[in-house]
């Protein structure tokens, strides 16, 4: 590409020789991780370079491109529409499971809940919600903490992501037997049907309680007419820089409601970031 669309030569420099990235691919690389830090808001330090670069590779064989450059110039001249959401997808994380986090979990379970309004529904907001994992593991706990009846009456979660092949498999509900390694017995018979050899599916009626949409964290505005009693995004801030994570966290603390919540990861930490959430314990945050 030349140099009026790229990075010039000095500005890719800053990808360590050490990367193991050839030379005829790092001026591509650059501008690709550069779009990819602007659209998704996922940050990629210097020691991440070579897994991003496997991603993108890998991404060019599959749809045929000769290399790198050839892809960054297709995402330049905005020529194949489906082009950018690729991207998103291949560079986004989308490791998960279900009840991941079980400390976070119990917490929502035993301390939180009680918390919630006894007289309006419930609005819960999974966020980087992957292919639906925990989304659904909340579905089940509430299921058993209130009911399915009562569950389904007073329940709305809303999980959302950036990638459209994960959101399409949340609403297809269906999971390789990995995802559920940590599921007890009684759950995964209860609320999981057998299908293909290794796979299992989300039974129909936990379905309704959640709804998933894609959605991009770091477009704006959001698409939200009322505010959620509990938001949960786990295991995605610590992709994006410090001043993305921070108006992130602030603009989710406008859309909960006096009294909410934020949950994090456990690996995940607030403290040092002038936010207006008042940390509870580690990973859980609120709004007084």
């Not at 976070?104 to 035993?110: A, E, G, H, S, T």
């Not at 389904?152 to 509900?173: C, F, H, K, W």
């Not at 894609?214 to 994006?240: A, D, E």
Request: aromatic content about 12%; charged content about 20%.
């Amino acid at each position: 590409m030349t140099n009026a669309t790229m990075t010039d030569q000095n500005s890719t420099a800053c990808i360590s020789s050490q990367d193991n990235i050839p030379g005829s691919d790092l001026e591509a690389f650059e501008y690709l991780s550069k779009w990819i830090g602007i659209y998704t808001g996922l940050h990629f330090p210097v020691n991440k370079h070579i897994n991003l670069y496997r991603r993108l590779i890998s991404l060019c064989q599959r749809l045929d491109f000769k290399n790198l450059n050839e892809m960054a110039e297709h995402l330049q001249r905005q020529d194949i529409p489906g082009l950018p959401a690729e991207l998103a997808r291949v560079t986004s994380t989308n490791h998960s499971f279900f009840f991941r986090e079980n400390e976070i979990l119990d917490f929502f379970r035993n301390r939180i809940l009680p918390t919630l309004p006894a007289d309006s529904p419930w609005r819960i907001w999974s966020a980087a919600a992957a292919s639906g994992e925990e989304a659904y593991t909340l579905a089940i706990i509430m299921a058993e903490e209130l009911g399915l009846s009562q569950a389904l009456n007073r329940v709305a979660i809303l999980g959302t992501d950036i990638s459209y092949p994960m959101i399409t498999q949340a609403e297809e509900g269906i999971y390789h037997k990995q995802k559920l390694e940590v599921v007890n017995p009684a759950t995964l018979k209860h609320y999981f049907k057998p299908g293909n050899p290794d796979q299992f599916s989300i039974m129909p009626w936990i379905k309704p309680m959640c709804t998933f949409r894609r959605m991009n964290l770091k477009s704006t505005p959001w698409p939200f007419q009322n505010q959620f009693h509990v938001i949960f995004c786990r295991n995605i801030l610590y992709y994006f820089d410090h001043a993305l994570q921070l108006e992130i966290v602030e603009r989710m603390y406008d859309y909960t409601l006096p009294g909410g919540w934020l949950v994090t990861s456990v690996t995940e930490n607030l403290k040092k970031s002038p936010t207006r959430w008042r940390s509870i314990t580690t990973g859980v945050y609120r709004k007084i």
